[in-house]
């Protein structure tokens, strides 16, 4: 039987390192860390995010500040909103809930973020720190499945890994850091030829397709590790709403690990939403950040894998 990796053990071990790192913040004088989440209209699904994520800072001790703003507020409005969040030195995260509404052009806003404070890390100058190893910020969900395989692998280099998909929240960010990790990676896509061939060579697959079940048994050799990030919802046999995976868990139970869906990545992201903010806060407060050179020591990603030291029980 494969061993289950048990997301939100891992989120909760994580949080509990977040609080701590907050409270040692604070006690050596320094500032407490400040996430500001910005949500323009009211997308019934941004309003549940955007709820969880001030509820998730409440349990760690950071201060959340909510900026809500109407469906018709102008572009230029809310790159305001953000210049003034990028000068609060009360605010060392800044989170725009996306999707934004169609008048607003989504990179430009995005790319107005003052880059080390960019806690979702898709700032370009954050994808260009990634991709050169040069510290900053990384995205959340990324950065949750790079701490659920430190749970299950002692090793990384050298390992084959594939990772399903190319998205640049989830496929390119995860295929950096495992290279960063001294991996060999294949990032694969829709247009793959022969992907269950590709798959079969892994010691690692992150699966990131939204594709239910594309994974099968016979594409992953005994002994791999495999992360499940697909979330796709549908209707069960009951009538009832289930969230599905990519990978079919029953099939794959001669793999090393799995994670289930849900009850995986799922529940890293938002730990790994607060941990970015503490790391940005105290990369600010030391005044590493907030310097015009885009490869500047800011803020420390290294220090949040250290959180995940123990695994998941
Ligand atoms: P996306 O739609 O932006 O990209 C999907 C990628 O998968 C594309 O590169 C596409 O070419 C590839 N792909 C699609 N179908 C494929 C197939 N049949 N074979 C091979 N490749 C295929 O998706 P995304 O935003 O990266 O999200 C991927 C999945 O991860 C979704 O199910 C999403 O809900 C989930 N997700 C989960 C979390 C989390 O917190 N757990 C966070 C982000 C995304």
Request: proline share 6%; with cysteine; charged share 25%.
């Amino acid at each position: 039987m494969a061993e289950i990796i048990d997301g939100r053990a891992v989120a909760r071990q994580l949080d509990d390192k977040t609080k701590a790192e907050v409270d040692a913040l604070i006690a050596a004088g320094g500032p407490r860390p400040g996430l500001a989440v910005i949500l323009v209209g009211a997308d019934p699904a941004s309003e549940v995010y955007v709820r969880r994520k001030i509820k998730a800072c409440e349990k760690v001790g950071i201060v959340s500040l909510e900026e809500r703003l109407p469906a018709e507020t102008s572009q230029e409005e809310l790159m305001g909103v953000i210049a003034r969040l990028n000068a609060d030195l009360s605010v060392h995260g800044i989170l725009c809930q996306v999707p934004l509404p169609p008048h607003i052009d989504t990179r430009t806003v995005l790319g107005a973020i003052d880059p080390d404070k960019d806690v979702d890390g898709f700032h370009p100058v954050n994808v260009g720190r990634l991709s050169t190893g040069t510290g900053g910020i990384v995205p959340c969900t990324p950065l949750g499945i790079m701490i659920l395989l430190e749970t299950v692998i002692d090793d990384f280099v050298g390992k084959d890994a594939v990772v399903i998909g190319k998205s640049n929240i989830v496929g390119k960010p995860v295929a950096m850091l495992l290279l960063e990790r001294e991996c060999t990676v294949t990032v694969t896509h829709i247009y793959t030829a022969d992907l269950p061939e590709i798959a079969r060579k892994a010691d690692i697959i992150v699966a990131a397709a939204g594709a239910p079940g594309l994974v099968r048994g016979d594409w992953v050799k005994p002994g791999a590790v495999i992360i499940d990030v697909g979330i796709t919802r549908l209707m069960g046999e009951d009538g009832k709403e289930k969230l599905v995976g990519d990978v079919r868990f029953d099939e794959v139970q001669h793999a090393k690990a799995v994670t289930p869906v849900p009850g995986g990545v799922g529940p890293m992201t938002i730990a790994c939403l607060l941990a970015n903010t503490v790391q940005a806060a105290k990369a600010l407060s030391a005044g590493a950040a907030g310097n015009a050179d885009p490869y500047h020591d800011a803020p420390d990603r290294s220090l949040i894998y250290a959180t995940s030291e123990g695994g998941a029980d």
